[in-house]
Every structure is written in C-alpha cells, then in structure tokens.
C-alpha cells in the first residue's frame, strides 16, 4: 500500500512539476508574425499535377536557383588529397580555428586584391555559406534596429529580422528605377540590405548608387549588410564586385560571399564574410559570437574551397560560369525579340521580366507551364513589387535553355 501511495505521489509531483515549467516556457511570438512561404511548394504541387497528367510531355525547369554544373577539377583534387590527409596520423586534424584556416583567409585575401581592395587576415571570417552568416550577423544588433530591404527581394533578409523581432521597412524596387532603389533621405533605417547582383531580379548597382549608398549610411550611422553572393557574374570591370571598391564602406559596411554559385558548393557548404576592424566593436563581437556558436568549416571543405582560388581554378570555375551566362543570353535575347522587358542576364544568372499582356505572377506561371511546359518563379513570391513579374534562371543546360526560348518565342514571339 504504501508503495502505491508512494507511486501516486510520484506521479503528482511530475504532472505538477510539468505544468509549472509548461507555465514559465515562453515561445518566441514572433514567429507567429512570419508569413507561411508557400512559394517553392506551391511550384512542385502544382508542377508534379501537371506532369502526371500529361505524363508525354517534357517539363523544362528555368526556376532552379541551383546550380547544376558539377565542381570543376582542381577543388576534387584537392578534396581527395584532404581526405587522405584525415587517414594519415601525422596529417589528421580535429578542431579548426572557428574563424577559418589561414591558408583559405589567405586565398581570400589575395582574391580582394585583385580588386584593389586590401583586408587584414583578421577581417575574414570562413563560414558554411552567405545564407548561414546574413542571419546570424543579427545577433550582434539591438531588436530595436530598424531594418531596410528591398521589396521586391530574398526571403531571408525579412524572415530572419521578423524572427528577432526587428521593424521591417521596404525599399521600393521597382520597373521605373530598373529594381535597383536608392537612398531616401527621409527615411531612417540602422541596418541596410543590399544584394547585387540582386536576387531576385539580377539588376546590378553601378559604382555612382553604391557610393549614394555608403553615403547614406555614413550619414545616418547605419551598417550596410551587403550580399555579394553572385559577385562573380559580373563581367563588366566597371562595374563593382564589393562594396569595399567604394571608398569609406569599410566604415559602414559588412560583405558576405559564397562559393555556392562562384564554384558550385551549393552541396559542400563555404563562404565568407568580412567584417572590418573599421567598424569597431563589431569586429571583435563577430569573432566572439563565431567562437561561441560555430565549430568552423571541416577541413576537406576548406581545402576545396582553396583550390577555387588557385590559377587553376579560377580558370575553371570561369569555364562554369561562362556557360551559365551563355544561357543568360539566350533567354535575354529571346525576351528582347518578343518585345518583352526585363533586368538581369548580362551579369547575373536571374532574369526578371514583366508578365506579357498584364498577367498577374501565377497567371503566367500556369499559363507559361499548360502552353509551353517551362517553369519558372512567380515575382509575387518575393514580395508585393514582385507581383505581375516572373524570374528566370540560366542553371539549366544548354539544350534545355534552348528549347525552352524556342517554345517561348511560339508563344509571345
């Protein structure tokens, strides 16, 4: 008996102790304030609906933001090396410094110069990818910061501040101003985002706007938080690659880099970013916050990611991206002859362009999807200025591409 009642207490005491943490928890509400990204889903269902219905038909895929070109020879090389480096006791290695192995820092350091931008080893922070370090740079602002992103633009730069609980205000990209805005004096805003090449809709900043930009934010003490994610699209030598090519960002601005779409490591994981000892406290906090809550890139990856830097492999992955941009061209050569207007394409592998004949977004998808058997991304996706535009990608194969611009000229041609 007594082990029952024993039991019974047991059990009181858990269900009590259950509900009085239950009571404490608090969830972060502001999750609740994001809204659900039907995007990419609604895409698949509605693709893989009209596949199994007219399974004779071939589906042509011009949404993937993917690359689809396999990593080019020199980073295979070099990860196979790493890895037999990790079988061997005298070149076996565990824990990475968090910030990155000096031999990529170094690569990275000397790719800048190029550029005719110099940056101290300590400036350069090895990361899993520009999507990871675009969030998580938000840990060392205030919620209190007012944020400023483009509309239309990529989700994550809203999403990850809705989270913190940041106020979101929207820069107006639009057709008139070619979806690259700039400064309005009025406004105020302590963190900037800029993406250029710009995803969605590939418009590129020239020197002159990204000064305006530097300009504004030296004014206002704000930090730009610039994505350079698809610097190695542009081709055009006046046209800047970092935001570091304009004088004074240092003082302003935080760039961040991938080798995602320069080198195909959508799948491997690596990138950069670079925050200056010119911006202070900054500087020291990111290295902080690295070495508290990232283990660092493994060391295969960043050999790999090495040898993306080398004569070789610069050489190579130029090859990828050139056949990319080839595609580009195509499809921005087919909009021109339908008399259809649109950015993008000549240094970016996005290709935005207005709905013929006043189409909303999704009216075109369908309709581009039922007519022709191409898909694309609605605009609507990215934003509200997205709506009544659509986004297409040069990530396909040549042949693919092709067709694909054949049966879109039948159509609007």
Known sequence: MDSINLLLRSKEYHIQNKRKKEKNMRINSNYENLEQSYLFSTIAKKVNEYISNNPDKKVIRLGIGDVTKPLCKAVISALHKAVDEM?????????GPEQGYDFLREAVKKYYSQRNVELDMDEIFISDGAKS??????????SSNKVLVPDPVYPVYVDTNIMAGREVIFADANGDNGFLPMPD??????????????NPTGAVYNKEQLRAWVEYAKENNSIILFDAAYECFVSDENLPRSIYEIEGAKECAIEFCSLSKTAGFTGTRCGYTIVPRALGALNKMWLRRQTTKFNGVPYIVQRGAEAVFTEEGQKEIKENIDYYMANAKIISETLEK????????KHSPYI????PNNMNSWDFFDYLLKEAQIVGTPGAGFGRNGE???????????ENTIEAMNRFEKLFG
Do not use: M
């Open 87 to 95: 079988g061997v006791q005298e070149t076996f290695r565990g824990y």
């Open 133 to 142: 370090d675009v969030g998580n740079i938000l840990d060392l602002f205030d």
């Open 185 to 198: 004096k009025s406004v105020k805003a302590d963190i900037i985002y800029i993406c250029s090449p710009n």
């Open 338 to 345: 339908c008399g259809i207007w649109h950015v993008g394409g």
């Open 352 to 355: 935005w362009l207005k709905c």
């Open 388 to 398: 009544c535009y659509f986004r297409l990608t040069s990530f396909g194969s040549k």
